[in-house]
């Protein structure tokens, strides 16, 4: 198949194959369902359609859902309420290695192509440990759904064991993430980059303002890139004179972020700039930044990582004599300045609970993958044990 179908064409297919789930053998058939849906397609946007209030939600459910039943249709050959305990672990294998590639994988670079047009594949290749985790979690969650709802007589992924997977995963997490932050040289030079950037023409200092803004958003605030494309101006309130930042995250939970009088400066010298109201205002209904190709919609996603790739890319000259540099800010992306937040404070000694709170993380544990640079002091400290020592505690015993 030359041209892969998307979610919303699907329908058709799924009939033409007799593929549909209307008499798939894991459906629900001694209790009243508790959806109306008749088949899997009808069944999955039941389920999405939960998440419709949450553009970020939906898109990354409606991604795992659309690559799972056209794997379904295209390599199981059965549907998707036909599924066992051992169609999932075959589909988990696929995820780490999609073949074959030529259908399922479109080239590095090709992420000009949309949903449903000419040349769009749902992978660029296998899934990272992270993506892939993140893949099963939302399988997951379809799969129970479907089965509290009644449509599904079961869910065979109860007997998939994940907890001490997820243990290994945070401690390896917490020992790689150093691979992620910046150190103070590469830092300097990113901000140095950044001061430096392009600003001769009217259009380029516009640019320069938006980039420095954007970057503060990243980094001042630890925002996720779909934060930073989708908040408005009325998310910044001031209370009692101090300056908060409100935003919905992970699992819709509101969270308020502390502005700091660094992020507070970039904010009006870019309204200043803008001929905006000098300090946000409560009825500002209007996107934090706007695009940068089009001023009438609000900067994207996709744009959000283009930009901060060319930041990176730039400031990786600055290191002509060092490839492991070179390399490892040609991998910078937006959510590296996620990383670089949470570290900062965990170095500046802020209190584990307050990090939690500002990064918004549901669970300490995930507070703690980013605890790290306390590691450093204790590494330091026993650099105080000698050979030497032994013997000079021989001695005060002996004395």
């Not at 859902?65 to 549907?79: G, I, N, S, T, Y």
């Not at 996720?224 to 300056?243: E, G, H, M, P």
């Not at 500002?358 to 980013?370: F, V």
Request: proline content about 5%; some cysteine.
């Amino acid at each position: 198949m030359s041209q892969l179908p998307r979610l919303e064409t699907l329908p058709e297919l799924l009939l033409t194959q007799d593929l549909s789930g209307e008499t798939g053998t894991n459906r629900c058939t001694d209790k009243k369902p508790l959806i109306r849906a008749q088949n899997d397609y009808e069944a999955i946007h039941t389920w999405l359609n939960e998440y419709a209030h949450k553009q970020t939600t939906y898109q990354s459910y409606r991604k795992e859902a659309e690559r799972l039943l056209l794997w379904c249709v295209l390599q199981a050959k059965k549907p998707l309420s036909s599924l066992n305990r051992d169609d999932f672990d075959i589909y988990l294998a696929f995820l780490d290695d999609p073949q074959p590639e030529n259908v399922w994988c479109k080239k590095r670079g090709g992420y000009g192509v949309k949903r449903g047009e000419k040349g769009w594949k749902p992978f660029v290749g296998g899934l990272s440990p992270s993506a892939k985790r993140t893949a099963v979690s939302i399988i997951k969650s379809l799969m129970g759904y479907l089965h509290e709802a009644r449509y599904l007589d079961s869910n065979p992924l109860v007997l998939m064991r994940s907890v001490k997977h997820r243990q290994q995963s945070l401690e390896e997490q917490k020992l790689n993430i150093h691979e992620r932050i910046l150190e103070e040289d590469e830092w300097h030079a990113l901000i140095q980059t950044l001061d430096k950037w392009p600003q001769t023409t009217p259009e380029e200092k516009s640019e320069k303002i938006r980039l420095k803004l954007l970057v503060g958003l990243l980094f001042f605030l630890g925002l996720r890139v779909n934060d930073v494309s989708t908040s408005q101006w009325n998310a910044f309130k001031k209370i009692n004179d101090l300056w908060w930042f409100y935003v919905r995250g992970k699992g819709d939970k509101l969270g308020k972020i502390p502005v700091n009088n660094e992020l507070l400066n970039l904010v009006i010298d870019y309204r200043l700039h803008f001929e905006m109201p000098l300090y946000p205002q409560a009825e500002e209904n209007t996107p934090l930044i706007v695009s940068f190709r089009n001023s009438a919609k609000p900067i994207g996603d996709r744009q959000i990582n283009q930009l901060i790739k060319e930041l990176a890319k730039k400031a990786a000259e600055k290191f002509p004599d060092n490839l492991a540099k070179q390399k490892k800010l040609g991998k910078l992306s937006p959510h590296w300045f996620r990383h670089q937040f949470a570290s900062i404070q965990a170095s500046l000694g802020i209190a584990p609970e307050q990090i939690q709170e500002n990064m918004r993380h549901i669970s300490y544990l995930t507070t703690q993958i980013y605890i790290h640079l306390n590691e450093d002091s204790r590494h330091r400290a026993l650099e105080g044990i000698k050979f030497s020592y032994l013997n000079s505690n021989k001695k005060d015993t002996e004395n």
